[in-house]
């Protein structure tokens, strides 16, 4: 997106000139409204993709509120069998990859809040004071037995529930319990049973946006360290930091299709493609930081005006470019033998620049290539000691057979950088 925005910006300023306008101001303000215009358009991107990415959780909500209204009315006879339905959203809606265990917390939950609600009405009466002390009291009882946010948050509702409509609805309180039950086993059943999603669809569309980010702003550095533009590298590194987002989204699709494929017979037969992608969870969030650590060191190297040999560039276009690539192949379901053969190319780059001759910050990056490339290639399925093995193979050999040190006529090369 950086890059969008400086090739537009340029082409303002060059107009602007021409036409003889020479406020700064002018300038600043047609560049923030075409910058405006790009941000609303990838703002609209980003809310379509998390439409696409909640489309299918939103159906398999409808039609677990659909049958569980139905369970509870036409089977067991409810005449307002509001709650089975709330329990049939909730437990599909609030705890994606935990819907089994936040069944089991609303179960409990509702039961500490029904017994509670009731002994106290039983006991006090009904009435505001009385309707805090049950809240009250849930919560106390819930978290003292070690209960999670879920159970204390359904208890405290649940005694909230029946302290108000007790005195309006008779026998309230199994009706309460039972419409728990329904919702949250219809729920189940619509996740494992009739309406199972595709697990590999939802993580390839939940890893997207996280490897995207990555191969973007490793792009723009390498392009930045050529032109030596640290406001470049500098936004490159501000914009991966804020990752949270991409990264939570990966790791909650994870645990869902997870959840998904063992609890549905259907999709069974995914299990060793998912524990694939389970396992390249942690290695990209490593990559992750290891690029954040080589990007705020190439703004560093910018500004200190090291020397940057053509290969540095180069090896972190080629991590980008492995990026890429391991996402098309974790999407095609294909051994990522492309994604490899990459990052040893950009490990074998980074090679060539130290041995060119860097600086201390040009140290620091060629070591992050190599770590950045070492998660990847765990990511992409390898064992960290067969990943540490081929990069440090195909960085090379910086000494001389004979046992001397090879010598450059570049910047004095501080000791080789570690990996990992």
């Not at 804020?242 to 990264?247: A, H, T």
């Not at 192949?329 to 490899?340: D, I, N, W």
């Not at 990069?391 to 006529?409: A, C, I, K, M, Y």
Request: proline fraction near 5%; glycine fraction near 8%; avoid cysteine.
């Amino acid at each position: 997106m950086a890059v969008a925005r400086d090739r537009r910006s340029s082409p303002m300023r060059r107009a602007l000139r021409r036409e003889g306008a020479v406020d700064v101001d002018s300038v600043r303000i047609a560049e923030a409204v075409h910058q405006l215009r790009h941000r609303g358009k990838a703002t609209l991107h980003d809310r379509l993709h998390r439409v696409r990415m909640a489309l299918g959780l939103a159906v398999q909500a409808g039609l677990a509120a659909g049958l569980a209204w139905l369970a509870a009315h036409e089977l067991l006879g409810n005449p307002q069998p509001v709650f089975a339905p709330i329990s049939a959203v909730g437990t599909l809606a609030v705890s994606v990859g935990q819907r089994f265990r936040r069944t089991v917390e609303l179960i409990i939950g509702v039961g500490v809040g029904v017994a509670l609600g009731d002994l106290l009405i039983y006991l006090l009466g009904t009435g505001p004071w009385q309707l805090g002390l049950v809240v009250t009291s849930a919560i106390l009882v819930t978290v003292f037995a070690g209960g999670s946010v879920a159970i204390v948050i359904q208890a405290a509702a649940t005694g909230v529930l029946i302290v108000t409509l007790s005195p309006s609805v008779a026998d309230l309180e199994i009706p309460r319990f039972v419409d728990a039950i329904v919702g949250g086993g219809i729920a189940l059943l619509v996740t494992a049973i009739l309406l199972p999603l595709n697990p590999l669809r939802v993580l390839n569309r939940a890893a997207r946006p996280a490897l995207d980010l990555l191969s973007a702003q490793l792009d723009i550095t390498a392009e930045g360290l050529r032109e030596r533009d640290r406001d470049k590298v500098q936004e490159a590194l501000e914009r991966l930091r804020d990752n949270k987002e991409e990264l939570t989204a990966f790791s909650e699709a994870i645990e869902g299709a997870k959840e998904t494929a063992l609890l549905s017979p259907a999709r069974w037969h995914r299990r060793s493609e998912l524990t694939h992608y389970a396992e390249a969870a942690d290695p990209v969030d490593r990559a992750m930081r290891n690029s954040g650590t080589l990007i705020r060191r190439a703004v560093t190297l910018i500004e200190d005006e090291e020397q940057v040999p053509a290969a540095m560039p180069d090896a972190v276009a080629h991590l980008a470019e492995s990026v890429r690539l391991l996402k098309h192949e974790f999407a095609v379901g294909e051994e990522p033998e492309q994604t490899r053969e990459r990052l040893l190319r950009a490990v074998s780059e980074a090679g060539r620049a130290y041995a060119e001759g860097v600086g201390f910050s040009g140290s620091v990056v060629i070591a992050q290539v190599r770590t950045t490339a070492s998660d990847l290639m765990v990511a992409s399925g390898l064992s960290q000691e067969e990943a540490n093995r081929l990069v440090r193979q195909s960085f090379g050999d910086l000494d001389r057979p004979d046992g001397s040190v090879e010598r450059t006529t570049g910047a004095n090369r501080p000791a080789p950088p570690p990996l990992g």
